[in-house]
């Protein structure tokens, strides 16, 4: 709904009524919100009439682009046949059943059964009363300990807040909640540089041993994390590291889990990060891409060894007035399969996601302040250092992040700053053109930034 105001007063009215998430309300009334009206694609509309180019998919999540038509259409006809109804207490209906078919079929193999949330934190706070719940069942209430890790990202909720390792969340609000451990994450750059990524891969999969033996296995139900770390810079483990990580979880008898919250539905040129990063989880988690962000939906992907105990269980008591929203459910269907169907997520692996990783080197890779180009699928990164020859970071973490984003931000291209890590994760319709297109501004952009920090 728009109603006919300007930019300066929707500017007004936010500032007076709106909280905004992980936003300093100073700086953003000083500078004043912008207002974005319209998306088409890959780009983005202001209420000045600017087109911006949107290499973040919104939050990492609309995967198939803005301003599909038939997605609000599918919308339109569930809420007039069925605008709501629960899935407690023995009843469903059509839109869940056929998306829970679905994403059974594009899901890995052994993973029939999905439980179904409003958002990736309620994916992961229902992923750990679910594996907590899971033990209990089978007599092991005290096996009850999760392992996240540093950095990583799993929600604002408190469980998520605490199970991630964004330590500037746990200073508010007193998190970690009891029952939370972190190890470091696999970052080559900042930790291995005096091995091979591969041998780096290895030993950062012995932390996670470590952990639960400190821990004691009896105890630990669980170890989580992304594929790849989206919001911790997009830190992208080496090859040897998941496949440890899993041998390490089977030998101690820990379930692993895999927040897909980003990587699922594409984002690294498979169906899921799992797949593109090779190890198999007991759970995982997703939302955002599934249904591309036009309906608030997640899923939580089980498992047949946690499936099973769990209906064999009894009542897990848990579940959202939300869950399995009709509206959404049939959203999330028509989007995913538009997915696969329209051969989206093939497209990613195939072309656009070569082509995207190429293009990213080859633009960023000759840059004094730019080091550590990395990137797969369409989810790519690069660090911004002061000496590339040191590998030597800037003192202030974030400052020069900031600075670029900003920088990019003014030239109508979004990218994001995760410190002084630099981001991308475009809709995955993004053409070859698109990327060229991207690629070239964001290359002015940097040219600037580094004129600027010299
Ligand atoms: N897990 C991961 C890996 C995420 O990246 C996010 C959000 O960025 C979440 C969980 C939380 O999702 P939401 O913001 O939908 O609650």
């Known amino acids: 709904m728009q109603t006919a105001r300007t930019t300066e007063q929707w500017r007004e009215l936010d500032a007076a009524h709106h909280l905004h998430p992980f936003t300093d309300p100073h700086s953003l009334n000083q500078q004043g919100a912008r207002v974005i009206t319209r998306g088409e694609g890959i780009h983005l509309w ?3 009439g600017h087109k911006i180019i949107d290499g973040m998919a919104g939050l990492w999540c609309v995967n198939i682009g803005y301003g599909r038509k038939d997605l609000p259409e599918v919308a339109r006809r569930q809420m007039e046949d069925l605008a709501y109804y629960n899935t407690f207490f023995k009843t469903t209906h059509p839109a869940v059943v056929e998306l829970s078919h679905l994403l059974s079929e594009v899901a890995p193999e052994g993973f029939r059964h999905i439980f179904y949330t409003n958002s990736g934190s309620e994916s992961v706070d229902t992923m750990m009363r679910m594996v907590r719940h899971f033990w209990a069942v089978q007599g092991k209430p005290e096996k009850k300990v999760l392992i996240g890790r540093w950095n990583g ?35 080559w750059y900042k930790y291995g540089k005096d091995m091979t990524p591969e041998e780096f891969g290895l030993a950062a999969a012995r932390w996670v041993e470590d952990k639960i033996l400190e821990v004691g296995p009896e105890r630990v ?10 919001a911790g810079g997009v830190i992208i483990p ?5 496949p440890e990580v899993e041998r390490i979880c089977r030998k101690y008898d820990v379930l692993l889990v895999a927040d897909e919250v980003i990587c699922g539905f594409g984002r690294t040129g498979e169906w899921f990060g ?45 579940g959202f ?16 399969k538009a997915l696969r169907d329209e ?52 003192p202030e973490w974030g ?52 004129k600027v920090v010299r």
């Not at 964001?442 to 580094?450: N, P, S, V």
Request: proline residues 5%; charged residues 20%.
């Open 46 to 48: 202001d209420s000045e």
């Open 153 to 187: 990202y799993h929600g604002s909720t408190i469980g998520g807040a605490s199970l991630g390792g964004m330590t500037y969340m746990h200073e508010q609000g007193d998190l970690p909640i009891p029952g939370i451990e972190h190890v470091e994450q696999p970052w």
């Open 221 to 230: 139900a669980a170890f989580v994390g992304e594929p790849i770390q989206g």
């Open 238 to 242: 080496p090859s040897t590291y998941w």
């Open 274 to 318: 799992q797949q593109t990063m090779g190890f198999r989880p007991d759970i995982f988690t997703t939302a955002k891409g599934l249904s591309s962000g036009y309906l608030p939906i997640g899923a939580v992907f089980v498992g047949d060894r946690v499936a099973n105990v769990l209906v064999a269980g009894g009542d897990f008591n848990h």
């Open 321 to 336: 007035t939300y869950s399995g929203h009709p509206v959404a459910a049939a959203v999330a269907h028509a989007n995913v």
């Open 343 to 394: 051969g989206i997520v093939d497209r990613v692996k195939n072309e656009t996601g070569p082509y995207m990783q190429e293009r990213w080197r080859a633009t960023f890779g000759n840059f004094d302040h730019v080091d550590d180009v990395r990137g797969v699928g369409l989810i790519q990164g690069f660090t911004l250092v002061r000496n590339k020859a040191t590998h030597e970071l800037f």
């Open 399 to 450: 400052t020069a992040g900031t600075m670029c984003r900003d920088i990019f931000f003014e030239n109508n291209l979004i990218m994001r700053a995760c410190g002084d890590h630099i981001v991308a994760a475009p809709p995955l319709v993004i053409t070859k053109a698109e990327i060229d297109e991207m690629l070239g501004v964001a290359g002015r952009c940097l040219e600037r930034f580094e």
